[in-house]
């Protein structure tokens, strides 16, 4: 590999690294032929795009992002790298948990992950982030949340609304007036009053 195909490669793991909002640090060496390619075609249809890496060409990407930083990851890129990077936070995850479960294998192996600025370190976070919410779950889960109250108050009123309009409706078809005789009752005690 000369040196310009090595800066094109630099250059396209640092877009990828830039835009990338859920990165997967991963360890895959290990699986056979059919193994990788099961692997390659599970992320596929689930939309993770997984990329084979040289280490030294990913850690030049990673010292080239300005808004991200990597730093803690340089320590993981020993042995082979793997790169899972989705926009879903938990789809990497997921394939690792279900590809360890369904195949017995060692590997696929999480070494990291970037997710939404967080950094997570060490295959032990497999679990929690194959449970991770999205961003776009996390804010549906809130107007949920907000949304609930409000529903309550509308079902509220509109029943209170009916009990009102009955109350009215009574009293303006003169069922609910007073009798002329608790009216007269009222009446007299103020006008003794007066004399």
Known sequence: MNREEKKN???SLSVKLKEGSSIYFTK??????VQTASLRRLCFERGVSLLV???RLLKKA???QDEKDFSEFFDLLKENTSLMISESSKAPAKIIKDFLEKNGT?????????????I???HENVDLLSTLKSREELIGDVLTLLQSPIK???SSLNSSSNNLTGILKS???GTGNLSKKESAVEETPAEEDEK
């Open 171 to 173: 009293l303006s078809d």
């Open 120 to 122: 997570y370190l060490g």
């Open 62 to 64: 990673m010292e080239e």
């Open 152 to 154: 309550n108050l509308i």
């Open 106 to 118: 060692e590997t696929p192996l999480l070494k990291g992950a970037y997710i939404d600025n967080e």
């Open 53 to 55: 890496v040289k280490n």
């Open 28 to 33: 895959i060496h290990g699986l056979d032929a």
């Open 9 to 11: 490669i630099i250059s």
